[in-house]
């Protein structure tokens, strides 16, 4: 349902190292994020309708939320919040850390103070 969605939406997934990836992060905005249990970071606008298995074709995921990314390219916001991969409580805190430092991977800076973990299940 989520894959139709975003298609109707017009709204395709954003892989690091990609020109879609520096576009998204330069239009900046909100987004949702996820890493792949390779590594691979994807983001796209967060919108109604748009859920996180649309990163990776709903495959497993070692990180999601949502990020908000400012007009200079960098993520003043990042949490843990996804309502179809929440971590266990106590893998929360790495769940998180997986998609900062992804980001960091990517050449986008994340604030420190914008590092919001809301837990898990």
Excluded at 33 to 59: C, F, N, Q, Y
Excluded at 70 to 92: F, L
Aim: glycine share 14%; net charge neutral; with cysteine.
């Amino acid at each position: 349902m989520e894959m139709l969605e975003a298609e109707f939406s017009g709204v395709s997934p954003a892989t690091a190292g990609t020109g879609a990836f520096a576009e998204s992060v330069s239009a900046g905005g909100r987004h949702i994020w996820s890493v792949d249990v390779a590594g691979t970071l994807r983001i796209a606008p967060a919108m109604p309708g748009i859920k996180h298995p649309i990163l990776t074709e709903g495959r497993a995921v070692v990180g999601a939320g949502e990020a908000h990314i400012n007009e200079r390219g960098i993520v003043e916001y990042i949490n843990n919040h996804t309502g179809h991969y929440t971590p266990c409580q106590a893998c929360s805190e790495q769940f998180l850390m997986n998609g900062v430092r992804a980001f960091e991977r990517a050449g986008i800076p994340v604030l420190r103070r914008g590092i919001t973990n809301l837990g898990g299940k």
